[in-house]
């Protein structure tokens, strides 16, 4: 019974450690920022499994950004609802096919940037003028 006890007391310490701290334990942090390049705002709902971040309005040049723990089982999926004027698409902002256009394999937090222009979706590791490094993912669904 001792040693159950000393792993409960350990387990719960580090629970606090890690919660004052906003530290990842064993998996990646990710910070992900959604940029709008649109001349009008534009309305973006996030949702994951376990989380729902609701609705954003972002306006022009104007960005939403979060923070999360990457799952340790790699299944970690945020996902977008965007809204334009009468347009509208969903897609995935991150997941385990997302982070290699995102991924910079260094200590500490990790960047994933979007870039929502009239003529789609576009991916960074970095925040870079648009030709550097961005990647297309989606068109505007019609």
């Known amino acids: 019974m001792g040693a159950m006890h000393n792993l409960f007391t350990l387990l719960t310490l580090l629970s606090l450690i890690i919660s004052v701290t906003h530290a990842c334990f064993l998996t990646s942090k990710w910070n992900l920022y959604v940029i709008s390049n649109i001349e009008d705002d534009i309305v973006v709902h996030i949702k994951s499994g376990d989380d729902d971040l609701g609705n954003h309005t972002i306006p022009f040049n104007g960005n939403y950004n979060w923070s999360f723990c990457e799952r340790i089982d790699g299944h970690t999926l945020f996902y977008g609802y965007f809204w334009w004027a009468s347009k509208f698409t969903s897609l995935a902002l991150f997941d385990h096919e997302l982070r290699g256009p995102c991924a910079l394999h260094k200590e ?8 929502v222009r009239p003529d789609g ?3 960074s590791r970095y925040n870079r003028t648009f030709a ?11």
């Open 132 to 142: 550097d490094h961005w990647t297309f993912i989606k068109h505007w669904d019609e």
């Open 121 to 123: 979706f576009f991916v």
């Open 108 to 115: 500490g937090g990790q960047h994933c940037y979007w870039l």
